[in-house]
């Protein structure tokens, strides 16, 4: 399946009442659960720079992965990147065929 990079900055508003960015995380979960059941979270991590938070996700294709995008920003409002992934190897791969 294919793997995806998922970089979200987060509003500030989500952080000016306790626990409102816990019940929004916990929406946008919920949510890709029952709306896109192929979808499989590989990791997330919380980073410094211009984005808070770094996903990687695997989904059937790139309309899945847009869509789950999509719900992240209706659900909390943040701002999303999405970029395809290719692995390393696979991407040695192609590169040497050429």
């Known amino acids: 399946m294919p793997s995806y990079v998922l970089l979200t900055k987060l509003p500030a508003s ?3 009442r306790g626990g409102e960015f816990r019940e929004a995380a916990k929406r ?5 659960k029952a709306e896109f059941p192929g979808v499989k979270w ?3 991590y919380a980073v410094l ?3 808070d938070l770094v996903d990687v996700f695997e989904a059937p294709d790139n309309e899945t992965a847009s869509r789950v995008a999509l719900v992240i920003r209706a ?3 943040a701002e999303t990147s999405t970029m ?3 692995p390393w190897d696979e991407f040695l791969k192609q590169v040497g065929s050429g």
């Open 14 to 16: 989500l952080f000016q």
């Open 28 to 32: 946008v979960a919920d949510r890709i």
């Open 42 to 44: 590989v990791s997330s």
């Open 49 to 51: 720079g211009p984005y």
């Open 75 to 77: 659900e909390s409002g």
């Open 84 to 86: 395809a992934a290719v």
